[in-house]
């Protein structure tokens, strides 16, 4: 077995973060698997070296490891080209000119959570449209999905699917300004760096089934999945970086290493009390049938 971190470096690691590293790292090394560190850095506007560096020392002070050199996304553009090459000679890529204003304005469905669903007006356009609207625009490209269902197994929410073309729609691939998008450079990478288990948020759940897709147009293998309850703020709210919620730098000067690994140990049901304790200490009593399914303040 093999696990994987996967922070993006956009700013200092909040609690929610350090829940999941720290579950990931427990699921996979309590098993004997190793760890593979992996800094998703692919946005240039949000992502800087010297937060992927505040991540690693943070990292070690809560007492994780992995295994092997770090790994940047922002180094592996040519890998993603290739995957992408590989779904445009399926036929399966076609060019989004709509700016945001043109998709929010459009009458699209939108999921249970509020995300609009694309509406497709782009996969219509006649070559000459195309040609036309690249003279002024330069163009997003998404994958064009079909009506399927898409399930698995969750190793803590149980069965899940969506409808592709209903739930998902046709999603990015590439933005506009070239940057990959997230939905295929986390499969390449994964199968990449041999991830056979991803252990993230609940929030990522419903990105599984079009990763799933995505690896199966590609001939990749699909790892398994365990996607863990949020951690939220006292008011309800996810926590987020840019709001500073519950940051590491401000939970360092009320905790050590050991007492908040102990708190989140006891959120996850391992211990019976928040008490100091290391991850090594944690290993032989790590469990997926302890662990909490619904989100959580702490």
Known sequence: MTGRFAPSPSGRMHLGNLWSCLLAWLAARSGGGGMVLRLEDLDPDRCRPEYCDQIMRDLEWLGLDWDGAPVYQSRRTEIYQQAFQRLKQQALIYPCFCTRAERLAASAPHRADGVSIYDGRCARLTNAAQE???????????????????????LLQGEFGENLARDCGDFILRRSDGVFAYQLAVVVDDACMGVSQVVRGRDLLSSTPRQIW????????????????LLLAPDGRRLAKRDRDREL?????????????????????LIDRPQDITPQELLPLFSWEKLPKGDMTI
Request: charge should be positive; aromatic fraction near 8%; charged fraction near 20%.
């Open 214 to 229: 995505l690896q199966d147009r590609l001939g990749l293998p699909h790892p398994e999945y365990g996607h863990l309850p």
């Open 132 to 154: 036309e609207l690249s003279r002024t625009r330069r163009p997003a490209w998404r994958v064009r999905v079909p009506e399927m269902e898409i399930c698995f197994t969750d």
């Open 249 to 269: 730098g401000c939970l360092q000067a009320q905790y050590t290493a050991q007492s908040l690994v102990g708190r989140l140990a006891w959120a996850a049901n």
